[in-house]
């Protein structure tokens, strides 16, 4: 398996393995790596894949796209990575084994729940696997990285617990000042490990990934520093979420004659780009539903066609703050599927999108690539405050489940969308004790936490807050990464 950037249009495309994309993280055009080609699976190869555990799936999943890891050393890191005491979240043994077990709500209805990891949100089914997978990569080229990363509230706490205490590791993280849950910003800011830095930018989460994608773009600081990346910039992060679409679809159809429909809430378009790859490899997805918040910008693209990123000022704070999202990243990686795989194009939309600007592909100019988009199964809607309390209350009082804010999205927006004929997997992003204010507010309790998270708000924090400055955090980092 080979790999190129969404915007290399070189007479003859730079190849790259598994490794050296992993290691790399963004392409150094600007672009975001994915296979040159997807990986097919077969009609048998669903059938066989059917009965697998979490952990053997991952490791038939993942195989198709990775072959510069040893198979025993691959098969050794999954195993390590998907166990029922990882995913636990204090259930019974036997339930956690699943890893993500579907907890149907009503025939046809059920959510996939993917946030029973160590840091309560999806983000450690992928985030988990990228920290044994860089401990052995490293490990076997005898090199270290500091991994540089952007979060919204979620992405954060998982890289650094997946990575704290790992040897040859930092981490610089960087998160909005005061935009994140209580419970979000003690998750991160509590962890005194000498190899996790958290940095505050006085921005949103676009602001924050804005300054990694500078970083990664300055060549010479890169290499200097061994800058690596555990955002969904990086190719590992997409391939490991495509696994539970498989799991998904298995315990949600009776056969791999059915379709099966997946609602995501969505901000940085890494969840639901790896469902989109899913279906691209054959899996039967008959729809991805894509759920936004407030922050509407890809509801608003496959409503119109016209991709019209916000600027900080227009982005709303919003209570499901994780989808706090103006500007896409993996978005580029399904522009690059639908307008037939053409990095100039690419490079064209992508110069007005980061000089500022938007573009329509419904304009004339772009109208024969966007006749393509109803191939691609994707139905979209968007969600408000008042949608999510409502959500929130009427799943409680109807199911007896308490279900976090973005999930709420996912569900609202499901309502809207589902079929009768098709079997719909709502996909659970987080749980309800990450977001405690806003479940207080609809429901008048407070949700259960961990044992281990009782009163994490309450421990002391140490974080770095600055102005949105690529050049002040290249600043820190240089000076946290000198010899002591
Ligand atoms: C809880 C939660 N739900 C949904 C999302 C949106 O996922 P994505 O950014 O992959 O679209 C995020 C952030 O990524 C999240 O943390
Ligand atoms: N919602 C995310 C934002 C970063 O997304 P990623 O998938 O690119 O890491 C978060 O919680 O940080």
């Given at each position: 398996m ?7 249009n070189?007479?003859?495309?730079s ?5 050296e994309?992993?290691l ?8 975001l790596?994915?296979p040159?080609a997807?990986p ?12 697998l ?6 490791f038939?999943v ?8 040893p198979?025993?050393?691959?098969k ?5 990575t998907?166990t029922a005491a990882?995913y636990c979240?204090?259930?019974?043994p036997?339930?956690a ?11 046809g ?13 999806f ?12 401990e052995?990569?490293?490990t076997?080229?005898?090199?270290t990285?500091?991994?540089l990363?952007?979060t919204?509230?979620d992405t954060?706490?998982a ?5 704290r ?14 935009r ?15 190899n996790?830095f ?10 924050a990934?804005?300054i ?32 539970y679409y498989?799991?998904?679809?298995f315990a949600g ?15 940085n378009?890494?969840n639901i780009?790896a469902g989109?790859?899913a279906?691209m490899?054959g899996?039967?997805?008959?729809r991805l ?7 509407d ?5 496959f409503?119109t ?6 600027s900080?000022?227009e982005?709303?704070?919003t209570?499901?703050?994780?989808m ?7 978005f580029?990686r399904f522009?690059f ?6 990095p100039?194009?690419i490079r ?5 999108v ?20 109803p191939?691609?199964?994707?139905v979209?809607?968007k ?8 959500t ?11 279900v ?20 719909t ?7 309800p ?16 936490r ?14 770095e ?6 050049d002040?955090v290249?600043?820190?980092i240089?000076a946290?990464?000198?010899p002591a």
């Amino acid at each position: 398996m080979r790999y190129v950037s969404t915007r290399d249009n070189s007479s003859i495309p730079s190849q790259k393995t598994f490794t050296e994309i992993f290691l790399s993280g963004l392409a150094p055009d600007g672009g975001l790596y994915l296979p040159e080609a997807y990986p097919r699976v077969t009609r048998a190869e669903l059938d066989a894949w059917r009965k697998l555990s979490y952990a053997d799936l991952a490791f038939a999943v993942l195989s198709k796209f990775i072959d510069d890891i040893p198979a025993d050393d691959l098969k050794r890191l999954v195993d390590k990575t998907y166990t029922a005491a990882v995913y636990c979240n204090g259930r019974a043994p036997e339930k956690a084994a699943e890893i993500t077990p579907v907890h149907w709500l009503e025939p046809g209805l059920g959510l996939l729940e993917l946030s029973n990891g160590p840091t309560l949100a999806f983000k450690d089914m992928a985030m988990q696997l990228l920290g044994n997978l860089f401990e052995y990569v490293l490990t076997k080229r005898g090199e270290t990285t500091n991994i540089l990363g952007a979060t919204s509230g979620d992405t954060g706490s998982a890289a650094e617990y997946a990575m704290r205490g790992k040897r040859g590791i930092r981490v610089f993280m960087l998160s909005p000042h005061n935009r994140m849950s209580a419970f979000q910003r003690a998750q991160m800011y509590a962890l005194q490990d000498a190899n996790i830095f958290n940095i505050a930018v006085r921005g949103m989460f676009d602001d924050a990934q804005d300054i990694v994608k500078a970083v990664f773009n300055d060549a010479c600081f890169k290499a200097e520093y061994s800058i690596g990346a555990v955002n969904s910039i990086n190719w590992a992060r997409v391939a490991a979420q495509v696994v539970y679409y498989f799991k998904g679809y298995f315990a949600g159809t009776r056969n791999n004659d059915d379709e099966i429909a997946f609602a995501v809430p969505s901000g940085n378009f890494g969840n639901i780009c790896a469902g989109h790859i899913a279906r691209m490899m054959g899996l039967p997805i008959g729809r991805l539903i894509l759920a936004t918040n407030e922050n509407d910008v890809l509801d608003e693209f496959f409503r119109t066609g016209c991709y019209r990123p916000r600027s900080t000022t227009e982005t709303f704070v919003t209570s499901s703050p994780s989808m706090d999202i103006s500007k896409a990243s993996n978005f580029e990686r399904f522009v690059f599927d639908l307008v037939g795989r053409n990095p100039s194009l690419i490079r064209t939309l992508w110069a007005k999108v980061d000089a500022g600007g938007s573009f329509d592909l419904a304009s004339s100019e772009y109208a024969d690539h966007f006749r393509h988009l109803p191939e691609f199964g994707f139905v979209t809607g968007k969600s408000t405050h008042a949608d999510r309390l409502r959500t929130i209350r009427d799943i409680y009082a109807r199911y007896g489940v308490m279900v976090d804010t973005h999930t709420a999205d996912g569900l609202k927006v499901a309502a809207e969308h589902r079929r009768p004929d098709m079997p719909t997997l709502v996909l659970e992003t987080a749980q309800p004790a990450k977001f405690e204010e806003t479940i207080t507010e609809a429901l008048g309790i407070a949700p259960p936490r961990p044992e281990s998270m009782r009163g994490i708000e309450a421990l002391p924090q140490r974080v770095e807050v600055m102005n949105v400055d690529a050049d002040a955090v290249k600043r820190f980092i240089a000076a946290h990464c000198r010899p002591a």
